[in-house]
């Protein structure tokens, strides 16, 4: 018969121990000897073995087997027995626990105890851990302890109450109005738990009227009698702030912050959208905010607990005053801890004004009195906290400045964000992204500092930008001047070459723009910046490049290690563009390397780049008037671009050059539709009608024939397959479109979906792409080619047919 | 509502801990390593308040312990509307308590006394909520309870 260690000796033995094994060997074993203690039945050292129970049990280690030992100990008539079973059971067991039910029978026993101590145990219990089950058994008894003669008796039943009443919603009513008497009780503890026991069952309330489909809260038995304490309430608290010195409650010289903070809280709850409970408590919150220590940290708790009731009721405009004043100051206040408090309230109140008040921050038209315009005479507090060291208050600022952002200080905001990307960690960088991108969206002043953003942006986190950003800028780009365009390709020129080639958003949007404006590299560029107020007027300018030049840089790209497939992709369609820009401006040395380095890929690995090199290849020679080499293979000449050896005609000629002219100026409302529908529409249900709709919308109008609705599909690669099924007709069938329909602008653009598995069958079966079979297009080859193109809005009237295939790009590549 | 109360050392170490809403032991143990890390890597200047999934957990450093606090919103209620100030004060009230009781508590009082910290946390917080601020009001039933044991287990032996 083993001596049975005692917890201290246990405690000592795992202290000693040097290592995870060794701890694991020692309580193994002490784990072995309770079980069979357990086995054998040992009372005498069951407290004992349990109390070594909870301590393996904090450690980590399983402990299940000590469960009904627990039980067995509160059973027992020993006062330090009962005491460690109780505490056995709430920390070893949880109210999943089937053990727990066994245990009803012993609380009911103990609730009716003599000894106060042992009432108190189970009640203690019962607060703790009861079940839905137990509770509603259980109830009757604790509510007489609501009653009880002593006040330590009668704390613990309150919350033993919010328990059962928490887990058994239905019981609430029947006990609403014990809490009216115990309001008045003198000891403190007895009010606190009061008041808390009042702020569950309010939120009780609130859940049972929600399922019961009850529309107006106001009205339920529950809430009607809380709102006549709404006096007694304030009452209390008149009472704690008006209290001399009394040294059992103070803390900090301020009279028990713990209740006030709960009264508070209380208050809250019964003060929303309730105009007269506000009313009557307007007073006391005015004596709360004015008179509170702020020395102290007890007082703030209670001022920030203060502005957040204010806030949240329907209190006067000069309350609100004072609150946001608060919060002005907590702003400013050196200890972390407020300011993080004063941001994160702030934050909550702005967005829940912009919720009820609905309209967007409108700083000059905004009542002074709310968070909004204290918001507005913060901002560089707000800002300044962006660069705070703490990183929770760095994001309480974020959230904040999105709130801020107006037109007057866009410019000036959205520097600071960007100052602060460069320095965020990579997990934010993609929402912080996203956000900019909307604030551009909505605030933008002008278009040359919308581009001149979503470069720098780029420039910054191209790598974490998701496609959205990327599409923008194209779009906004493409929508620009002329002007605009040359600087936005200048810039981007120049960002590509310091980059390291690490940034893919940049380089995407960059060897786009590079191949669709390459010419206006070939001229200089400048603009000067207006004079501000303590800026002189400055010039920005780029030099001009000669074509060469801009190639290399190309080239230096695709040549790196690092560089991704999508990337190369793309830098092949901005060679061929390239060719048609510099056809008469650059000298032939670059055009002919130009049409070399699309030649390069021609046995790529790659199939999408051996497919665009070849296509491009033939493209090229096709806008020079080059017909496949004399002697080539019939399959050489994908395109049928020559019906008698060495001839090619005009037509196509002039088709193969504005295959690779500019792309066309997307429609902007289309585009954001087509976003929206993209958010909200399921993919591939909302898309699917829609497109068929708004074709024939375009097809009445006539115009319009490159709507390029379906093009942006960004974010929903789903949305490609089905604006492939939807043009097969019939036609080859889609096969899994890839994801990079999604990554691949010019893919989607020319919704290449239908027209690469077309592609990928022999060359010869180039169904949908036998624009160049006929010297002239016959009409028999419109309807074949209407299909893919489809998308672009209409089967257009014939007259256009001809323009309609040939202006788009059938290589889609 | 209070959902866990930790009092973690410096090297990670569990001393004390009290969950009010049950998670798994596995989950428990990731938590704890989880929030102790995070804590030991903030400097003093930062402010005292993490979030850590779904939780906001409020902690103070006394010498080598950290007193961790995590909360969640109410049952029925969507946000956490615990008043993070007001917790700091009351994790301050606590150490003081047990300071009261112990004279002078330190991690050792802690770590050979588990029980009866545990008894006196119950009297202060109970299901989450909190039971009573007052340092004698929790004290002198500890204390008397203590009396009751002592007396009871000597009768025992």
Known sequence: FKMSMKLRDLIRKVRACKTAAEERAVIAKESAMIRTAIREEQEHYRHRNVAKLLFMHMLGYPTHFGQLECLKLIASPHFPEKRIGYLGMMLLLSEQADVLMLATNSLKNDLNAKNKFVAGLALCTIGNLATSDMSRDLAPEVDKHLKAPTPYLRKKACLAMARCLTKCPDMVDDFVDRVVTLLKDKSHGVLITVVQLMTVVLLVDVQNAEEEGIEDITETPCRVAFLRLVPALVKLLRNLLSMGYSPEHEVGGISDPFLQVQILTVLRLLGTNNEEASEEMNDVLAQVATNTETSKNAGNAILYECVQTIMATESEDSLRVLAVNILGRFLLNRDNNIRYVALNTLARCVEEQKHSGGSVLVASGENANSAASALQRHRTTVVDCLKDPDISIRQRALELIYHLVNQENVEDLTAELLNYLVLCPREHRADICARVLRVVDTYSPDDRWRVDTLITMLTIAGRETSTDVQYATIVYISRSSEDIQAYATHKLLKAIRDDDGTQLGLLEVGIWCIGEFGDFLLNPYSYEIPAKLDEPSSTVSFMQLDAATVVDTVEAVTKRHSCPQTVKERSLTCFAKLSDRYADKADPATLSRLHELIKKNQDSHSLELQLRSCEYDALLNAAKGISTPAGGNKDDDIFGVTTEPGVVSAQVISAAKEALARMPVVDLKVLQRKQAAAHFGEIGMGVVPRTNGTANGAAAKGGDLLDLEDIFSSGAPAAAPVVATETQNGSSAPAAQPAKSDVDLLADIFSASALPSQAAAPPTSMGGVDLFAAPALSQPAAPAVINPMDLFGSPPPPALAASVPLSADPFGS | ?157
């Open chain 2, 1 to 157: 509502m209070i959902s866990f109360l930790l009092m973690v050392n410096k090297q990670g170490q569990t001393r004390l801990s009290s969950y009010y809403e049950w998670i798994s032991m596995a989950e428990r143990v990731a938590l704890e390593s989880e929030i102790i890390r995070k804590c030991l890597s903030r400097s003093e200047l930062q402010c005292s308040f993490l979030e850590y999934r779904g939780y906001k957990v409020i902690y103070r450093r006394y010498a080598s312990l950290f007193f961790i606090v995590g909360t969640k919103p109410d049952a029925g209620g969507e946000e956490n509307q615990e008043n993070e100030l007001g917790m700091l004060e009351f994790i301050h009230t606590l150490v003081e308590t047990m300071d009261k009781w112990a004279g002078s508590i330190c991690e050792l009082d802690i770590m050979y006394q588990l029980e009866q910290v545990h008894f006196l946390l119950d009297e202060m917080v109970m299901n989450g909520y909190i039971v009573e601020t007052n340092k004698s009001n929790v004290l002198r039933p500890i204390d008397l309870m203590e009396r009751e044991s002592y007396k009871a287990e000597n009768m025992f032996r």
